[in-house]
């Protein structure tokens, strides 16, 4: 029998003999691929897996290697089949019960902890070395500790403590800080009579986590520690027999089931009736009322209630279609956070939509999963995240009946009866409640029996133990006339923040984006960052603002618009602006110090801001708060736009954030336009023009560029007075020129377009402008190249490459490659060609500028030789060129799909591509469409100009 242990030496072991002479590199690739058993893994992964960014020039010859070591190893073992090629790579497929990790989790979900941790043999792959192991092995031993830490829980619940307390003082003192296994530790030396020994055990715990981390245990240990002391009663064992814990899932994704859940006997009764899933599609049940009615917590309670009948996964999504200041979340982006929570890699999840939906169905076709679509906003948004058939339990809460969503049970949630309002308003209070029945039920007829004002004032007057239900009820009665419904609890629980606490309130209601950091509160209400973090803290304490990341605060979305009605703009807003734009110009120095002089036009702050240490910082709070930038600038004061699209420019460019910067760009324009500001008019149609060419809008690039350059009349600049502005004008005025060539170089327009390029190397040179100097060098090789001047080309190339060092620039260093790339391989040089294109990918990669990325691997596949290996790159170029809406790329990779199948002998596929090139270089209005029409005319595919293909999107 074979098996395969990766849970301590990684081996394969054959009648229970370790097979020897397997080397440690391969072990690693053999590993990896039983990790992902199942799924197709393709060379690339491998490579990032076993080396990341320190990748050899020999790696893809040394995974072939490994893949060939493995295959002798597995057909020795008289296991050949169970590695295959697939066409997007390797698939590992072995059969139940030969890995041990498999086996591990299988036990687990099972609750068979014992014989789970049994398997283990040491620490996860210990004896191998690659770039994915640290991060796996951490994975895996935390698994491994979560596991012994239920196996210890049932073990404490079964009376068993005694034989337990030398494992558990083993485990404690190889993991010190671990919380849960010191309150076992504590938990089993307290039922064996040594309170002494038990609370210097707790102190030592408290004492470490102290050192090591400037931290204090968690409540669940504090409670524990303070019941030892008082010898609590409740920590001795109860007479009833213990109920095993339950298996985990094989994920669990569901949010916190509050422990005080009251009522709704009926719907619960009702849904838990759905997992009774014989009929031969899943159950949909849809769950529908009035915002604070409580929609969440009962879809969430059930699930809980239910999950053990679901072991292959508790899944859910916030769809955010009530959310407010934020736009629903479309069933793409949904069903990707669906897809990776159910484990599926990211390199498996396609682009569309309609194939994210088939892969979905699939992954659920043999699975029991239960699924909660929360907050949707009506059938159509939800449809295309259904599944097929299988035995899934779907809960979809919307403020929407979704009456029109066929197959589906329809539950509309009303208001607490009054019994059920009590229970949840006692739950929380504890006695008073009982000492005062009149009183709550006035305070429930205040709030409405709304679950949620219920419960914040509930939580109010919990913490306060000197007020009476009836003071609660008399200060709810005083704002009845102000403040309908759910605001009175609202207005309450706004009155007892301190003044200062509701300022910030109020003021965070103003707020355009989605959430908002320390740095942001500050500048927002024009106080320092110590104050702000004590403000927001504190409002967070009071369950005034949610904290769903960490650092980063929110509304939930009915404490929003109260905040926001009682908010009153001081200026806060135009301080945020002002602090993005400041932020935002810092971040940029850092990651493009070589256009530092495109923004020295920028003032200075008033008050210092807090430094940005490195790139990746820059890059971390940039990607944090984009989206809030954008909705600032769209709903916030019209102030500093210009400025703020001139900071932004670049990172919204190399980013591929085009929406954004289209967005931004815009406004910019309109207002230059309101204030009668040539100057910055100029640069947003320079930008937007720059924009409209990246996304292949080749049209609308043309008439921004033109309408640019119209703004700088020859007159309206004398070469005999360059000031500052007015070479700042001459790096605008070449901006708007490259884009112009461009243009005419895609468009086949080859004498314009050197016109154009040639005007603007000139200007780059005189206004001493080197980075666009390189930028421009590089464009023109190309020109230059397509008339057969490849020597003077390679020059060029060569000067941009020096250029782009001198600067700094790895991403310009990337583009001159990706263009020596080409121009390589069109002199025949494929073997040179291809390095220049890996290379130019790899910084790409690294840089996380997709879309570019993706010309560098069309490129790779145009020099790679082999049709098999071209179609494997075009893929991947089309997959990222998808993603960043790159049309000119799609294009390109479907053009060589095309021509990679034929050569392959795949008529329909080649066709297939050929058609969608076709529409696309249509769509573009370049001459690479009359070579696709006839290639397609030679390969038998139909290219009917007046019957035009459907583009996919």
Not at 92 to 115: H, I, K, M
Not at 446 to 455: T, V
Request: contains cysteine; aromatic residues 4%; hydrophobic residues 45%.
């Amino acid at each position: 029998m074979l098996r395969f242990t990766l849970l301590g030496p990684v081996q394969m072991v054959v009648d229970g003999a370790p097979l020897t002479g397997i080397a440690p590199r391969h072990r690693a690739v053999l590993a990896y691929l039983l990790l992902n058993a199942g799924r197709v893994i393709g060379i690339e992964r491998l490579i990032d897996a076993t080396w990341g960014y320190d990748r050899p020039d020999t790696a893809r010859s040394q995974i072939h290697a490994s893949i060939t070591a493995i295959r002798k190893a597995l057909r020795g073992a008289g296991a050949v089949r169970l590695l295959e090629t697939r066409a997007g790579g390797y698939v590992a497929q072995p059969e139940p019960g030969q890995v041990d990790a498999q086996e591990f989790t299988e036990l687990v979900a099972a609750g068979e902890l014992r014989r789970a941790l049994d398997l283990w043999s040491g620490e996860a792959l210990e004896d191998v070395h690659a770039h994915y192991v640290t991060g796996v092995r951490e994975l895996w031993n935390d698994r491994r500790l979560s596991a012994y830490e239920r196996l210890a829980e049932g073990e404490l619940a079964a009376g068993r403590h005694g034989d337990l307390l030398d494992e558990l003082a083993a485990q404690v003192a190889a993991n010190p800080l671990r919380e849960k296994l010191n309150g076992h530790l504590v938990l089993a030396l307290h039922r064996a009579g040594r309170q002494p020994d038990a609370l210097a055990a707790a102190r030592a715990y408290r004492t470490a986590l102290a050192d090591e981390q400037g931290l204090d245990p968690g409540h669940a240990f504090t409670e524990l520690e303070r019941a030892v002391v008082a010898d609590d009663p409740a920590l001795r064992l109860a007479d009833a027999a213990p109920v095993a814990p339950t298996p985990p899932s094989r994920s669990t994704f569901l949010p916190y089931d509050i422990p005080d859940f009251s009522g709704r006997t009926a719907e619960l009764e009702r849904l838990a009736d759905e997992h009774h899933n014989d009929h031969n599609g899943p159950a949909v049940v849809t769950i529908d009322g009035m915002a604070g009615i409580g929609k969440t917590a009962l879809a969430v309670h059930v699930a809980h209630r239910l999950a053990a009948r679901y072991p292959d996964g508790r899944l859910f999504i916030d769809l955010q279609a009530h959310t407010a200041g934020r736009e629903p979340i479309e069933a793409a982006a949904a069903l990707e956070t669906l897809l990776r929570q159910l484990g599926v890699p990211a390199d498996r999840i396609p682009v569309t939509p309609a194939e994210r939906s088939a892969l979905w169905r699939a992954e659920l076709a043999d699975r029991r999963v239960l699924a909660v679509l929360d907050n949707a906003l009506d059938a159509e948004h939800v449809r295309p995240l259904l599944p097929g058939r299988s035995g899934t339990l779907v809960l979809i809460t919307s403020r929407r009946r979704l009456v029109d969503l066929d197959g589906a049970q329809a539950l509309s949630v009303d208001v607490l009866g009054e019994a059920d309002a009590a229970e949840l308003f006692e739950r929380i209070v504890g006695e008073r409640a009982h000492q005062e029945p009149e009183a709550v039920r006035e305070v429930l007829r205040l709030c409405g029996h709304l679950p949620l004002a219920i419960r914040i004032s509930a939580a109010r007057l919990q913490h306060r133990p000197r007020w009476t239900v009836s003071y609660l009820a008399g200060r709810l009665r005083d704002h009845r006339r102000l403040l309908d419904g759910v605001s009175a609890a609202f207005a309450l629980s706004y009155e007892q923040l301190h003044e200062d606490e509701q300022r910030m309130f109020r003021l965070l209601g103003l707020v355009p984006g989605r959430d908002i950091d320390v740095c942001g509160a500050a500048a927002l209400a024009g106080i320092g960052e110590d104050e702000a973090e004590g403000l927001l803290e504190g409002l967070l304490d009071a369950h005034m603002l949610l904290q769903l990341e960490p650092g980063r605060y929110t509304f939930h979305d009915l404490l929003r618009e109260h905040a926001r009605s009682l908010g009153e703009d001081d200026g806060a807003v135009m301080r945020l602006l002002t602090y993005y734009l400041h932020r935002s110009r810092a971040a940029m120095d850092r990651l493009f110090p070589y256009t530092v002089g495109q923004r020295e036009g920028i003032p200075q702050p008033a008050a210092p801001i807090a430094p940005i240490r490195d790139a990746a910082e820059a890059i971390a709070w940039l990607d944090a708060e984009r989206s809030n930038i954008i909705a600032t600038a769209v709903h916030g004061p019209e102030i500093c736009l210009g400025m703020l699209a001139l900071a932004m420019r670049p990172y919204l460019d190399r980013h591929a954030h085009h929406d954004d910067a289209l967005t931004l760009h815009t406004l910019a324009l309109r207002r230059s336009r309101a204030l009668g500001d040539p100057d910055v008019q100029a640069r947003a149609l320079t930008d937007l023009a720059r924009t409209y060419w990246r996304l292949g809008e080749y049209e609308r690039a043309e008439e921004h560029a033109h309408q640019a350059l119209d703004h700088w009349a020859l007159d309206h600049w004398a070469l005999d007075h360059w000031a500052l502005d007015a070479l700042e004008e001459a790096g605008e005025r070449a901006r708007a020129l490259l884009t112009l060539g461009n243009v005419a170089l895609r468009r086949g327009r080859d004498t314009q377009a050197e016109q154009h390029l040639k005007q603007a190397l000139d200007l780059t040179r005189i206004g001493a402008d080197t980075w666009g100097e390189a930028n421009v060098l590089g464009i023109l090789a190309l020109l230059l190249d397509r008339a057969g001047r490849p020597e003077e080309a390679r020059r060029h190339l060569d000067l941009a490459l020096a250029l782009h060092r001198k600067v700094g620039d790895p991403a310009g260093e990337a583009a001159i490659l990706d263009h020596l790339g080409v121009v390589l391989r069109r002199q025949g040089e494929l073997a040179q060609a291809r390095i220049r294109h890996e290379q130019a990918a790899a910084v790409y990669r690294a840089l996380g500028n997709t879309a570019d990325e993706a010309a560098a691997l069309n490129g790779l596949a145009e020099a790679a030789g082999d049709p098999a290996r071209a179609v494997e790159e075009h893929s991947a170029a089309l997959a990222l060129a998808d993603l960043t809406r790159n049309r000119p790329e799609r294009a390109r990779a479907h053009d060589g799909l095309a021509r990679a199948h034929l050569a392959l002998g795949h008529a329909e596929q080649a066709c297939e591509h050929g058609r969608l090139a076709l529409g696309l270089y249509g769509e573009l209005g370049v001459p690479e469409a009359e070579k696709v029409r006839h290639f397609l005319e030679s390969a038998g595919g139909s290219a009917r100009q007046d019957h035009p293909q459907p583009v996919r999107s």
